[in-house]
Structures are given as C-alpha cells and as structure tokens.
C-alpha cells in the first residue's frame, strides 16, 4: 500500500482585490506609512536540517521518499517536496516494507521506532536535537522515578512524541487552566518540561501556578522553549506595541506560527492575523493602518515573507525597517544516516543545515 497523504490545504483563489486608492478612501492613514520587519524570522537550524534531509534524501536514494508526518509544519516547504517526490503518510504501516521512510522534526515515540524496525523500513531520523534534548530529560526523569509535567498541546505530534518516551511518568498540561487537575504522587519528585514551541509568557504562568500548588516542583536542567521560538517571540513584542496591524506568515498547525499571532495580540498590535501565503492577505486589514509588522515562523522559507512584502509595497507600505533583536547562527549536522550516505558518496555539500531563511523555491 503507498500512502493515504497528509491533507495538505491549497492556497486560495486569486480574486480581484480593490486598489490602494478604493482601500485609502474607505479609511484615511494618518502617519507615513511603513513596515516594521521582525528579525529573526522564518526558518530556524532544526527546520532548516530536516527539510535539507528529504532533500538529500531524494538526491542519494531517488524518489520515492517517504516521510512520517509532515516533515515540518508548513504547506509550501511539504507540497515543493511532494513535487520533487516525497510522499507523506500519517504512520509507518502506510510504507510499504524495506522502504526509506524520515521521521518528521517532530520527532517520534518508542514506539515509532519500534514499528519500523518491525516493518523492516529504513529511517532516517529528522528529530530536531532540541527536540531529542526534551526526549532525554524524560526518559532520564522516568528512570529517576520522577512524576513528569509536560507543559504541551496534547495531540501535536511533538507531545506525543516526547510523552511516549515515558507514559506511565507523564501527564501533559495543556496551559494554566489544567493545573487544578493535576495529581502527583510526592511533589517532591516532580519535574516540569515543555514543547518547544509554546508561548513563553503563557508556560511561565502555568509553571508559576504549578508551583503555587506544588513548591517543591523542580525546573528543568535548562530551558526547553527553543532559542527559535523564543527569539521569534522576543521580535514580535518589540514591534507589536507600534503595529496597527501584525502578519505572521505561516501555516495552521504551525505552533509557533500560531503563537506569534497571540503574542502580537498581547502585546498591543491593534489586529494580528496568521497567512499561508501573500494572496490570503485581506486588503481591508490595511484600512486606515499606518504600520504593519510581518514575521513569520520557524517553519516558512524566506520567499513567502517577500511575497507578502511585495503586496505590501503595492498597497504603499514600501518604506521597511527591520528590528533585529537576536542574531541567529545555530548550524546542525544532518542525520547521523544520512550522514554517512553522503560521506561514502562524496558529497560535501550540505553537511550542516544552511542559515535560517534560506529561500525554497
Ligand atoms: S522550532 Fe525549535 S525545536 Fe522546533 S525545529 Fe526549530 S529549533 Fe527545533
């Protein structure tokens, strides 16, 4: 059997959009206008080595290549791979046997693994380390006996992933209104960890409820919210207070993505909004705004934040400055599989994942 794919949403019809001109004469801009363009943004080291791995992938092996999940949460990056013959399945019984299949940067259970190796498939593992990182602390914990809170959305792969590593150890906590329901068996052994790509604000106020309920509960050895996430987010409050309006480019079941949009909203932008791509954006948001801020999150190419400055341009919001609040050169290493493909072709190129915001086409 090939695979039942991931469904992947298009994007959406051209329509005729009003011009600048209708736009300004619905609502007056007082102020110059301009865009204020968050950096970092976009791709990020655990992306940026994952979406190079299919990629090498398909080069060494040849198509078809098959990936566990999408290989990160974007529409573009999962649908330019499809093109160039990847193909997604939801779980490894959809591969066929002795197949090569790639976990997504999500990473996977125990279990994943286990079916696998039954399954005779070969794997490439695309688990971003900062991932891999939250892997170990739970396992690490559950043999230390500890009850584990793991602060996350239940149902993202990643959670699921992470929490598979140690069921009987861990309850997952999806924000501050769980934390009433929360038993341990000695708080004095109780550990907290997190996805990676939460809210910051937001965990700090389920960890502080937590250890209003349970003082003793111990911090992580070091911070679980990844330095892309948290950077992005740090970005994105700096503009916000000044933006009429935020666009954040990135997909639906990006959690970071989503994240930023929220952020944006709390920390003063009058209107935020979340586009796959430059056509979704909607010229009545830009009624009577004089700033725009754009970001994107950690899993969208560069090229679809031009996109949408682009379209901003048309509409007058030519005039971009970008606030830098952190500088970025994290590099991974490619899969230690693929590594070793590449070694014995010779190919040198593309060892270590590129910088983020390396342009897709
Ligand atoms: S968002 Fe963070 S944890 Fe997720 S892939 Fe990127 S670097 Fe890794």
Same mark, same amino acid.
């Given at each position: ?94 591969? =066929?046997?002795?197949? !090569? #299949? +790639? ?5 996977? $259970?125990?279990?994943? @693994?286990?079916?696998? &190796? ?122 916000? =207070?000044?933006?009429? !309006? #935020? +666009? ?5 079941? $990006?959690?970071?993505? @989503?994240?930023?949009? &929220? ?99």
């Amino acid at each position: 059997m090939t695979s039942s794919a991931v469904s992947i949403p298009m994007p959406s019809v051209p329509r005729r959009r009003r011009t600048p001109d209708e736009v300004l004469a619905a609502a007056p801009v007082s102020g110059p206008k301009r865009v204020l363009l968050a950096a970092p943004r976009g791709y990020c080291a655990g992306v940026d080595r994952a979406v190079i791995a299919v990629e090498k992938a398909l080069e060494h092996y040849g198509p078809p290549v098959y990936v566990r999940k999408q290989i990160v949460h974007n529409v573009h990056v999962v649908t330019s791979l499809e093109e160039k013959g990847a193909i997604f399945v939801e779980e490894t019984d959809e591969v =066929p046997e002795s197949a !090569l #299949v +790639i976990f997504s940067a999500h990473g996977v $259970s125990p279990a994943v @693994v286990q079916s696998a &190796e039954d399954r005779g498939l070969r794997t490439i593992d695309a688990t971003c380390p900062l991932v891999t990182k939250v892997h170990r602390e739970a396992v690490r914990f559950a043999k230390e006996d500890y009850d584990i809170l793991l602060i996350g959305h239940d149902g993202h792969e990643e959670v699921e992933g992470t929490a598979g590593e140690a069921p009987d150890h861990i309850q997952i906590i999806n924000g501050p209104h769980e934390v009433d329901k929360v038993t341990v068996r000695n708080p004095e052994k109780t550990i907290w960890l997190s996805q990676t790509t939460l809210s910051v604000d937001e965990t700090m106020e389920t960890v502080r409820m937590l250890k209003e309920r349970f003082p003793t509960l111990q911090d992580p050895p070091s911070d679980d919210i990844c330095y892309a996430t948290t950077n992005r987010q740090v970005a994105i409050k700096k503009i916000a =207070p000044q933006a009429d !309006l #935020v +666009i954040v480019v990135g997909s639906a079941n $990006s959690s970071n993505s @989503v994240r930023l949009v &929220e952020v944006a909203l709390e920390y003063g932008a009058k209107a935020s909004y979340r586009v796959d791509f430059a056509n979704e954006v909607d010229e009545g948001w830009f009624e009577g705004v004089a700033t725009v801020g754009v970001t994107s999150g950690a899993s969208v190419p560069e090229v679809l934040v031009q996109d949408v400055l682009r379209l901003l341009a048309d509409y007058g919001y030519g005039a971009v400055e970008e606030v830098v609040t952190a500088e970025e050169d994290l590099l991974f290493s490619l899969p230690k599989e693929l590594r070793a493909t590449l070694k014995e072709a010779g190919d040198v190129t593309r060892a270590l994942g590129g910088r983020g915001n390396r342009p897709t086409s």
